[in-house]
């Protein structure tokens, strides 16, 4: 599976963005997709993932109510709506792909990053 993540960029503080992550691949439809984020210096922190259905969504706490991870599986595309955002949700932000959505420590696939600032 390979995952082309795209649509950071630089917003003020209670601004709003949205990521998208292409995924391509023979099976790509049949894998969950998911958010991750990390902070020069920091570990890799968990933001949102979705299962291959859409049906089932799980959200990091510092994220609920704020973000909201979709998915058009006709075109193999996982979006994350970032909305209120704050400087502390600057960071790069990482889609990845695993047969099992609850695995949050070893997704198999990982896309690119792309940076997100968030001023104050």
């Known amino acids: 599976v390979q995952l082309q993540a795209s649509g950071g960029g630089l917003v003020q503080a209670g601004g709003s963005l949205r990521l998208s992550c292409a995924a391509s691949g023979r099976t790509s439809s049949s894998y969950a997709l998911g958010w991750f984020r990390q902070v020069l210096g920091k570990e890799r922190d968990f933001v949102a993932t979705?299962?291959?259905?859409?049906?089932?969504?799980i959200y990091a706490d510092s994220v609920k109510g704020r973000f909201t991870i979709s998915r058009d599986n006709a075109k193999n595309t996982v979006y994350l709506q970032m909305n209120s955002l704050k400087p502390e949700d600057t960071a790069v932000y990482y889609c990845a792909a695993d047969r099992d959505m609850s695995n949050l420590a070893g997704y198999d696939y990982w896309g690119q990053g792309t940076l997100v600032t968030v001023s104050s």
């Open positions: 979705i299962s291959w259905t859409g049906g089932s969504t």
